[in-house]
């Protein structure tokens, strides 16, 4: 099964910075340069919800709660997306995972899970 790579989380104090990537096998690289993508996340016991995204012609979207802290890029040459996450707050503590927008069922990765906590 061919599946997103999530990478980069961790804990961090309320504040602090993360950086999260996604890749993409060469199989399916494809699908990072041309497709919508986004970043979603599932805190513990909710559902998963899109927190970002840019579309393919470069518009991005950020749900309300990470306007202004979180910043998504798409890097085409190297099949990858990334979330630079500032000013953590506890509440952003969950799984993040890349996908793309909609989201494809099979293409659902591990994830990368963070952890805001002092």
């Known amino acids: 099964q061919v599946q997103f790579v999530e990478s980069g989380g961790g804990l961090v104090q309320p504040g602090g910075s993360l950086r999260l990537s996604c890749t993409a096998p060469e199989s399916i690289g494809q699908i990072t340069k041309i497709y919508d993508m986004a970043w979603y996340r599932q805190a513990p016991g909710k559902q998963r919800d899109l927190v970002a995204s840019?579309?393919?012609?470069?518009?991005?979207h950020y749900a309300e709660s990470v306007k202004d802290r979180f910043g998504i890029r798409r890097d085409r040459g190297a099949n990858a997306v990334y979330l630079h996450m500032n000013d953590l707050k506890p509440e952003d503590t969950g799984v993040y995972y890349c996908?793309?927008?909609?989201?494809?069922?099979?293409?659902w990765g591990l994830g990368t899970q963070v952890t805001v906590s002092s």
């Open positions: 996908n793309t927008k909609p989201p494809q069922p099979d293409y």
């Open positions: 840019v579309a393919y012609v470069g518009l991005t």
